[in-house]
């Protein structure tokens, strides 16, 4: 897979409710920043996105301009996502428009996320 296949596949895998820490790498560097969290080192983010993954559902994840650039061994990636899913501890419904930026690195088994960044996207006066 390249690095925008693999960036699709992830979020076909947060659509479908599919276990999330596949997509990055094992290492104690591993950083994931989420609109709620900050979380270090793969053991770290495996659990954040299993407890998200126990505590949402029924995401929509729409994609508006998946942009990726490849080089010697590693990969950039930036996105504007909506994104919306239901918090089933809260018995809420939360929708945001985010930004994304990831760094991946090319693995034995493809391409994984070593960094990835979710923020949520505010309107900003001129």
């Not at 900050?38 to 996105?49: I, P």
């Amino acid at each position: 897979m390249t690095p925008e296949e693999t960036t699709r596949a992830y979020y076909d895998a947060l659509r479908a409710g599919d276990p999330l820490a596949r997509f990055f790498v094992e290492s104690p560097s591993t950083v994931k920043v989420g609109i709620s969290e900050r979380l270090v080192g793969y053991a770290e983010v495996a659990r954040g996105l299993r407890e998200q993954t126990r505590t949402t559902e029924d995401w929509t994840v729409e994609s508006h301009g998946l942009q990726t650039v490849e080089r010697d061994g590693g990969a950039a990636v930036s996105d504007r996502v909506t994104m919306s899913w239901y918090d089933t501890e809260a018995f809420a419904d939360r929708e945001f428009e985010t930004r994304w930026s990831g760094t991946l690195l090319s693995t034995d088994d493809g391409w994984a996320f070593a960094g990835l960044h979710v923020s949520a996207a505010t309107e900003v006066d001129d």
